[in-house]
């Protein structure tokens, strides 16, 4: 048997233990700890910065029928924690109209306004604070039994 062989094993095998003995963390394991966090950073976006989460406005152009379901007036959004989605109701033919954001695709309602009157009134639809991005769409329903179609703004900053 060749000791000359397999004595750089054995040493590498004894330091590593000793380094793992003292609460240090072998070579191999710290490499993969900082290549893991270096990838979460990248994939977060930066080193030490995260881009703030950008502010959009969309028309709201929705024309609510049917009985008492809700109609889908967004496409997908995305909203980040802290961000808000809000809506400005220009006109609806004179009816009230209740706004709710839901997951995309449907499913339990995140939050909802209440009644909204038409004139230009901001109306709060659902404040993020879960600590989660969300992708989510808007929806509305009518208090009235006649068609309505909600014109104006909606928000996600």
Avoid at 61 to 75: A, E, K, N, P, V
Avoid at 121 to 146: C, D, E, F, M, P
Wanted: with cysteine; net charge positive; aromatic share 4%.
């Amino acid at each position: 048997m060749n000791t000359t062989t397999h004595a750089p094993a054995r040493h590498a095998t004894a330091t590593a233990a000793r380094a793992t003995a003292r609460g240090a963390r072998p070579a191999g394991r710290l490499r993969r700890a900082v290549l893991a966090g270096l990838t979460a950073v990248a994939v977060a976006g930066g080193l030490g910065t995260a881009a703030p989460a950008q502010a959009a406005t969309h028309t709201l152009d929705c024309l609510i029928t049917g009985g008492i379901s809700y109609t889908g007036c967004s496409g997908q959004l995305t909203v980040v924690n802290g961000q808000r989605v809000e809506v400005d109701l220009v006109s609806s033919g004179g009816k009230q109209v209740r706004f709710c954001v839901e997951p995309f695709g449907g499913g339990w309602d995140l939050g909802c306004s209440g009644w909204v009157h038409p004139g230009a009134n901001t109306a709060l639809v659902w404040h993020n604070t879960t600590g989660q991005t969300h992708r989510v769409q808007l929806i509305a329903g009518k208090n009235a039994s006649v068609t309505v179609h909600a014109r104006g703004q909606y928000h996600v900053r």
